[in-house]
């Protein structure tokens, strides 16, 4: 009983680590903002799933510039070149997969999950 | 550029000896020039400091291994054939090697490419070393696999301009082909895919994993001079050089693409990698080549723009030329004389031992002349 417990209260601070590390702020009504950084020449998550109407925001923690596009059909951006500390946010607006690179740094990919 | 360490540099002590010997008038001066030598030794191999944790990040590990196309003997030995055969090309007169020369670190030594019938390219010639370790191909990075890249320049009408066609039935006329085909790729017919997994595996065999500056990494403190070992200071502070911004990790390179700011001639302006990515920062940007042998791949930049090194050097130091879509990385370094010259006295150092590269011979058809035929009188003439 004890042991469940303690389990399921490390699993949900667990969770809570992970949430913090995502750091999805409730934005107006249901929206979110999600973020999403850039260190060491990748995203920190491979894979983020957000809702319709909430948006990312990309930051870059390396000493040098990255780029944030999306040349997918659910969403086609281009967040330009910004270097460290830069900060830029999109919106997610239709369903659908988004492909997410750097284009400075081609390895540097992540894919945005959006859901209705 | 030699590998000789500096211990192997101060040997020339004996000849000062017999010198001395023959001529007593000059025997003290010479004994002071042995002296010095004795003397100036142990600091020639006073050892520099050891790499810092972070250095080893520049540590070239084992070849990345490819599930699709993995390296076998067989593989490497049809592709080795295949490199050096100028028979692949449109008229027979252009092979791999005709660019990626391995006496020239598997370039040309060329400001831009030649291709065939003498037509002037565009663009330099990339060396293919350390190309396993790539994950970019192409200077613009069209090519999504070094097996897509090594077909690029057959199908390019200004490079091999091969006949595809033509090359399969030659390929498929020749024995020694077709024995070399089946050991490297038994049951699978000869195609443009074996054609290009065996290119693909013999460019993953072309390694330069060994040079002082990676015996340095495992420890020899002696494998770098002072001056070296002040230059890859240089090379990796973001106050100083800030190379290792873009050339970074084991191969030197982050492969990625930048604008450098390449000076260009108007109108003539190279899109590079925006003709792959049409995003305004990819205007004129160009992937990081990798540093390692980079010593014996000069011209260097994209158009082989630059002589040497120190132009290199001279170029980053007063942060490119054409600024119009220059990279945020790219500016004014404000290097002293003293830390250029440390800076390429580093990049000397990435130059790994040098194989002898053995020419293939190259499978003829079995169509010999028979003893019928009368041997030409004159060779010359007859090959003319």
């Known amino acids: 009983m004890t042991k469940n417990l303690s389990s399921r209260l490390s699993c949900g601070a667990l969770r809570l680590v992970l949430t913090a590390a995502m750091i999805a702020v409730p934005a107006v009504g249901s929206a979110a903002e999600h973020v999403v950084s850039q260190k060491g020449k990748a995203f920190n998550v491979k894979t983020l799933k957000v809702k319709v109407g909430d948006a990312v925001k990309f930051v870059n923690e390396d000493p040098f510039s990255h780029n944030v596009f999306s040349l997918s059909a659910a969403k086609n951006f281009d967040l330009g070149t910004y270097p460290q500390g830069g900060a830029k946010s999109v919106t997610f607006d239709k369903p659908g997969t988004v492909e997410v690179e750097c284009a400075i740094h081609p390895d540097m990919q992540m894919v945005v999950e959006v859901a209705k | ?384």
């Open chain 2, 1 to 384: 550029m030699s590998n000789a360490s500096p211990r192997r540099l101060a040997s020339s002590r004996p000849v000062h000896r017999t010198a001395a010997a023959r001529l007593p008038a000059v025997a003290g001066l010479c004994a002071l020039v042995a002296l010095t030598a004795v003397v100036a030794r142990p600091a020639a191999a006073q050892p520099v400091p050891a790499p810092v944790a972070a250095d080893q990040a520049f540590r070239l590990g084992d070849l990345p291994p490819v599930a699709a196309n993995p390296i076998t003997p067989a593989k490497a030995a049809l592709g080795h054939a295949l490199f050096f055969d100028p028979r692949l090309s449109g008229n027979g007169t252009v092979s791999c090697a005709s660019c990626h020369n391995p006496s020239l670190g598997w370039s040309d030594g060329l400001k831009t490419g030649i291709g065939i019938n003498g037509t002037v390219l565009s663009r330099a010639t990339p060396t293919i070393v350390n190309v396993a370790y790539n994950t970019q191909f192409m200077w613009d990075g069209r090519s999504r696999s070094l097996e897509d890249q090594a077909l690029g320049p057959m199908k390019a009408a200004e490079e091999m301009k091969t006949d595809f066609t033509s090359m399969m039935r030659m390929l498929s006329s020749i024995d020694g082909y077709r024995d070399l085909f089946e050991k490297a790729f038994p049951g699978e017919p000869i195609g443009e895919a074996t054609v290009a997994k065996a290119l693909a595996a013999f460019q993953r065999t072309v390694v330069s994993k060994d040079s002082r500056f990676d015996r340095w990494l495992d420890g020899d403190r002696t494998a770098l001079t002072p001056q070296e070992w002040r230059g890859f200071q240089v090379f990796k502070d973001p106050a100083k050089g800030n190379c290792a911004v873009c050339h970074s990790g084991p191969n030197f390179t982050d492969n990625g693409y930048h604008n450098i700011g390449v000076a260009q001639a108007h109108g003539k302006e190279d899109p590079g990698r925006f003709a792959v990515r049409a995003l305004p920062s990819m205007k004129g940007a160009f992937k990081t080549p990798t540093l390692r042998d980079v010593a014996l791949t000069a011209p260097y930049f994209r158009d082989g723009s630059a002589a040497s090194l120190m132009e290199v050097v001279e170029h980053y130091n007063r942060g490119g030329d054409d600024k119009s879509n220059l990279s945020r990385d790219v500016r004014p370094l404000n290097l002293g004389r003293q830390e250029m010259e440390d800076l390429v006295a580093f990049m000397h150092t990435l130059t790994g031992r040098q194989p002898i590269v053995a020419l293939p011979q190259l499978p003829q058809s079995p169509r010999a002349p028979t003893a019928s035929v009368a041997r030409p009188s004159n060779p010359v003439s007859a090959r003319n």
